[in-house]
């Protein structure tokens, strides 16, 4: 019944900004911790940044000072500024719920230089 949906990803220039969604569609409002991953051609998945439901964001090195997380009930947004070639990936949300993680389906995000 759980399932997350994604939206926002694209094409932008380095230096731009692109925003990401992820909703997860439930019964009713729950506190999941929300996160972002990324995984680009030949890498594997790293973590971006994640957001609990008390509002506690976690970031990782790469990312701080340029992307923002936040949530409002079980919609997350990943707001993504000063984008760098290296960003490109494909994007993927993940919900922590009590019968295990949920992963979106990815969005591609492409920086060009």
């Known amino acids: 019944q759980v399932q997350l949906v994604e939206s926002g990803g694209g094409l932008v220039q380095a230096g731009g900004s692109l925003r990401l969604s992820c909703a997860a569609s439930?019964?009713?409002?729950?506190?999941?911790?929300f996160a972002w991953f990324r995984q680009a051609p030949g890498k594997e998945r790293e973590f971006v940044a994640a957001?609990?439901?008390?509002?506690h964001e976690y970031y990782a090195d790469s990312v701080k000072g340029r992307f923002t997380i936040s949530r409002i009930k079980n919609t997350m947004f990943l707001q993504m500024n000063s984008l760098k070639p290296e960003d490109t990936a494909v994007y993927y949300c993940?919900?922590?719920?009590?019968?295990?993680?949920?992963w979106g389906q990815g969005t591609q995000v492409t920086v060009s230089s």
């Open positions: 993940k919900a922590f719920t009590r019968a295990g993680p949920i």
């Open positions: 439930v019964r009713s409002f729950s506190r999941y911790t």
């Open positions: 957001v609990r439901y008390s509002g």
